[in-house]
């Protein structure tokens, strides 16, 4: 049975998730399975502290507004590439923000380890927004973005394609969350720049694992490389090259896990 200073904590910080999730949830912000999810990543956090919960409301904000900014051209734009519209499900969240709920844990049931662990997850969430935040902003800049794997341009929405927009986004939103994370006491401020470093090796890796072996699919009718079971055209598609299991989902947590583990690396 948990101690009764922790079970009011506990209760707190579900309560405290649970509010925030709904409005975000009404602002179409997140699916059904989204929301669930994201009350257990967000009531973790907040339970583990108040700086934790800052942290995360305040990432979550930053990137739902990022995704909203210009969103009727970047729909329109990747609407014959990406799986998964606006609205974060289980698997969104949970890619984005498993590994800084599993830090957050961490840091609850074993005091010692509460510096580093605030340290791996703040990374994992920056290295979370960055990636975002790359996407979003060179989406909605319209530039044509250009692929490590063909080493040509591609089209808008591509995975593991790169542009000079979206890459000033993600070191520029990587040192902000970073700088943010210190102003909430979620890390010392000596820790930003490591922490940004850090943040930039997962969208990096990101990045790489998206041009090389994400799973890519093809659709007949269209003649058409996507990341869609079935095309916007309405045609089942076919897997085309990568590794098959290997989805968007999986590559952002991949994401976070090398954000976490290069911090580190990176502070030895």
């Known amino acids: 049975m948990l101690p009764s200073a922790l079970l009011s904590d506990v209760l707190l910080g579900f309560g405290a998730a649970a509010v925030i999730v709904t409005v975000a949830w009404r602002a179409g912000t997140l699916a059904r399975s989204g929301a669930l999810a994201a009350t257990a990543v967000g009531g973790v ?33 990747t609407a014959d590439v990406v799986a998964k519209g606006g609205q974060r ?4 969240v949970l890619a984005n923000g498993g590994v800084f709920a599993a830090c957050a ?48 341009p591609v089209p808008v929405g591509t995975s593991g394609a790169v542009s000079l927009a979206g890459s000033a986004g993600m070191v520029l939103g990587a040192w902000t969350l970073a700088a943010a994370a210190a102003v909430m006491a ?40 996507t990341e869609q079971i079935v095309h916007r055209c309405g045609t089942p598609t076919q897997p085309w090259r990568g590794v098959h299991w290997l989805d968007n989902d999986l590559v952002n947590l991949l994401c976070t ?7 580190l690396l990176l502070g030895r």
């Not at 960055?130 to 080493?151: F, N, V």
């Not at 896990?257 to 911090?263: D, E, H, R, S, Y």
């Open 45 to 77: 956090a907040m339970t583990a502290g108040r700086s934790w919960g800052l942290f995360l409301v305040l990432w979550f904000v930053t990137a739902s507004l990022a995704s909203r900014l210009g969103k009727r051209t970047k729909e329109r734009a």
């Open 89 to 92: 499900d289980a698997a969104q």
């Open 105 to 152: 844990l961490a840091s609850l049931l074993a005091a010692g380890i509460g510096d580093t662990a605030a340290l791996m997850g703040a990374a994992a969430l920056v290295a979370a927004g960055s990636d975002t935040l790359a996407t979003e902003t060179g989406t909605w800049w319209r530039g044509r973005p250009w692929s490590l794997r063909t080493r040509g």
């Open 186 to 225: 979620l890390i010392p401020p000596s820790a930003v720049l490591v922490v940004t470093a850090a943040g930039i090796a997962g969208a990096v890796a990101d990045t790489v694992v998206g041009a090389f072996w994400q799973a890519r699919r093809w659709c007949a009718s269209c003649a058409r490389e």
């Open 257 to 263: 896990l090398v954000g976490a583990l290069a911090v």
